[in-house]
């Protein structure tokens, strides 16, 4: 687990106000516990993508929710054809493999 701490280190470019403007948001969303947030690798790899789409491909903030939420269905989308193929690979007869 990553502190909010270190988030801000691991993240260049990233402020205190930001991070916590994008957890209210619901744009990053990492565990509490007691009274502190604490992060995983993909938290921290999710706050580099927001920070990417608002400095570098200028995503405002009316549109961050959208194209957020237009990547987590293509990459749960990817994760299911996943699966799906794998199905079928184990349902292919063994000569046909």
Partial sequence: MI?????????????EARLNAWIAEGWVRPQREGDRFVFQDID???CRLILELHEELEVNEAAMPVVL???DQLHQTRHQLRRVAEALEKARPPHDR
């Avoid at 701490?5 to 260049?12: D, G």
């Fill in 44 to 46: 921290v790899a999710r």
């Fill in 3 to 15: 502190s909010f701490e270190a988030v801000l280190l691991r993240v260049s470019g990233l402020d």
């Fill in 69 to 71: 939420n237009l990547l």
